[in-house]
T-cell receptor
Framework: EAQVTQNPRYLITVTGKKLTVTCSQN?????MSWYRQDPGLGLRQIYY???????DKGDVPEGYKVSRKEKRNFPLILESPSPNQTSLYFC????????????FGPGTRLLVL | DQQVKQNSPSLSVQEGRISILNCDYT??????FLWYKKYPAEGPTFLIS?????DKNEDGRFTVFLNKSAKHLSLHIVPSQPGDSAVYFC???????????FGQGTTLQVKP
């Protein structure tokens, strides 16, 4: 089954404790992206990658890091989480540029205390 | 600076009637627009898209209209069904950049 998976689905952590949210897709897609969803703000793009070893900032990259060492994986790293990073995070992938249909993962709900 | 805006947080319509969801944008360089639908506890799913060189795209019950001079697009759902109740996001992108900018979303409720 073609899908985007994220782990963990739910996470409670404390300020300053480094964490990684994993994202994996099995569709051989070139493009992957991370978004956060917050009430009243919709979805905001954090980082995206159009190919292996190629990553670019979205609208809200501050406080986040990503890497794309292999095509199927695109982990999101919070080196020192803060309460304002409490949010619902989605990973997505698409065939090439992101303008085609993007397939989203089920989301990761993060609470930073 | 919100480049893509959905000014109506919510919309309620009767089953069988038309639903019209609106989206405004500020950057005339956007060249592709998309609509996504999101149910609670799930990721968004793609609904329909339109290139800036067109003014209309239709897919079954869903039609997207683009008015470039007004920097406005709308999604029409006819007829509306209770299963259409969800949050709808419009999004805009620049050609081949990978950057995608979403609106705030509109929650549609279709009443039986």
């Amino acid at each position: 089954e073609a899908q985007v998976t994220q782990n963990p689905r739910y996470l409670i952590t404390v300020t300053g404790k480094k964490l990684t949210v994993t994202c994996s897709q099995n569709m051989n897609h070139e493009y992957m992206s991370w978004y956060r969803q917050d009430p009243g703000l919709g979805l905001r793009q954090i980082y995206y990658s159009m190919n292996v070893e190629v990553t670019d900032k979205g609208d809200v990259p501050e406080g986040y890091k990503v890497s794309r060492k292999e095509k199927r994986n695109f982990p999101l790293i919070l080196e020192s989480p803060s309460p304002n990073q409490t949010s619902l995070y989605f990973c997505a992938s698409s065939f090439q540029t992101g303008q085609e249909t993007q397939y989203f993962g089920p989301g990761t709900r993060l609470l930073v205390l | 600076d919100q480049q893509v805006k959905q000014n109506s947080p919510s919309l309620s319509v009767q089953e069988g009637r038309i639903s019209i969801l609106n989206c405004d944008y500020t950057n005339s360089m956007f060249d592709y627009f998309l609509w996504y639908k999101k149910y609670p506890a799930e990721g968004p799913t793609f609904l329909i898209s339109i290139s800036s060189i067109k003014d209309k795209n239709e897919d079954g019950r869903f039609t997207v209209f683009l008015n470039k001079s007004a920097k406005h697009l709308s999604l029409h759902i006819v007829p509306s069904q209770p299963g259409d109740s969800a949050v709808y996001f419009c999004a805009a992108s620049f050609l081949n950049t990978g950057k995608l900018i979403f609106g705030q979303g509109t929650t549609l409720q279709v009443k039986p």
